[in-house]
């Protein structure tokens, strides 16, 4: 490519360059960029006074198309000015050398901004070929995020993108969106049938959603690749994926033929195929942890709802999931069993790092334990954050009408507390 400055005495710089772009001498690539934001690293820019120089090779996904755009008539002292800048470009849209050639002395004359002064525009430089700088490209904000380290970029381990659940014309659920990271606990409160047991029986893969994905550890859970295409998932591909998944329900789901001890090690023997003494071994580890070591012996119908629910706690707990589902393990439980239930599940909450969903009315309970607070009403996440906002300072007309009970027997609770020990309210 060239570039041609012809000079005339007594005339002013014409604007005869057009350009597509908004800045002086600024490439901008016009084509599609891939969706990984491919960067034009192939494509370096030197310059400075005397010569703009860009290599001829862009990269596949972005074709520049360079322009140059001289804005200012500026008056240029001495007998030689500039009055045209002419830029070709070639049929493969390379990028465009831009030269300066002067009559007279033969010295290269200075293309400078608008910023600068007539004078400096007009300056003389010492050499014919000037020292190739680099031209510094500005990434956009989505580029610099997909090239920063992959390493300090924790990834959600639940991911629910679109999800909605539906039996026949009533849906429960509707275009949920919702992430979940390594670790951290949350949990789901509202009203009975407001879709808080079905966002996790959904991840629990017990009902498969309407439309929408579930993702477990950035892989889909009720969907697969086949042949190159995704393609529901077959039971081979659930079962899998469940290893990663443990849930606690509300009536506990005990095997009422077993011990304690077989119901707890009953799923490391016959799905991780982990021989009888380990497992008996881990199994009577976690027994010990939900304060059951002394009933290893005994059989369901033995124990309180209180015990049983601990058993399926540690049940859960041994096959050493990345999330754990809690669905009202306290509602079928006697009032007096329910602080035994809960204080183990807050002991776990505090010593693992497993992820883990709550769906409790216990507000009490959810306000001590979870890192975000989700209120779910008609299907939707009305509102969520941390504890101390959703319980202190709620922004929903329907989560504040929801919590006016929760409020109301709290400030009763301090004011019994404030009773007690003595302490006006």
Do not use: C
Not at 163 to 176: I, Q, R, S, Y
Not at 253 to 263: A, D, G, S, V
């Amino acid at each position: 490519m060239s570039q041609n400055i012809s000079t005339n005495n007594h005339a002013e710089a014409t604007d005869s360059t057009t350009s597509t772009d908004h800045t002086t001498t600024e490439h901008t690539a016009t084509d599609h960029a891939t969706t990984d934001y491919a960067t034009t690293d192939h494509i370096t820019t030197d310059h400075d006074a005397n010569e703009l120089t860009t290599t001829d090779h862009a990269t596949t996904d972005h074709t520049a198309t360079d322009h140059v755009s001289e804005n200012n008539r500026s008056p240029i002292k001495d007998t030689t000015q500039v009055t045209a800048i002419q830029i070709t470009t070639e049929d493969t849209a390379q990028a465009a050398d831009i030269r300066n050639t002067t009559e007279g002395t033969s010295q290269a004359a200075a293309v400078r901004s608008t910023t600068e002064s007539p004078s400096q525009a007009a300056a003389n430089m010492n050499t014919t070929e000037s020292t190739p700088q680099a031209t510094p490209v500005q990434a956009s904000p989505d580029q610099m995020n997909n090239h920063s380290s992959d390493t300090s970029i924790v990834q959600p381990i639940v991911r629910y993108r679109n999800v909605t659940k539906a039996f026949g014309d009533h849906v429960v659920l509707k275009e949920l969106n919702l992430d979940i990271m390594p670790g951290e606990k949350i949990a789901l409160i509202g009203p009975s049938g407001s879709g808080k047991t079905t966002i996790a029986r959904l991840l629990m893969t017990l009902e498969r959603p309407t439309s929408g994905t579930i993702e477990v550890n950035g892989e889909m859970l009720w969907h697969m690749k086949h042949k190159g295409k995704l393609v529901a998932a077959n039971e081979k591909h659930l079962h899998r994926m469940r290893g990663s998944i443990g849930m606690v329900f509300q009536h506990f789901n005990l095997f009422p033929h077993m011990t304690i001890l077989q119901n707890v090690m009953e799923g490391l023997v016959q799905v991780r195929k982990m021989p009888k003494a380990q497992a008996e071994e881990r199994a009577l580890e976690l027994l010990s942890q939900v304060g059951l070591q002394d009933h290893t012996k005994h059989y369901p119908a033995q124990l309180s709802g209180g015990q049983k629910q601990r058993v399926a706690i540690a049940r859960a707990l041994v096959m050493q999931p990345q999330i754990l589902l809690f669905d009202e393990v306290t509602s079928a439980l006697d009032p007096e069993l329910v602080g035994e239930v809960l204080d183990v599940i807050k002991g776990i909450a505090a010593k693992k790092d497993t992820a883990m969903m709550l769906i409790t009315h216990e507000m009490d309970f959810a306000r001590d334990i979870a890192d975000r607070v989700l209120f779910t009403d008609g299907g939707v996440i009305v509102e969520e954050g941390p504890p101390e906002q959703i319980f202190g300072n709620p922004q929903s007309p329907r989560l504040q009408s929801f919590l006016t009970r929760f409020l109301s027997d709290r400030q009763y609770q301090l004011a019994e507390e404030h009773v007690a020990t003595g302490v006006e309210s």
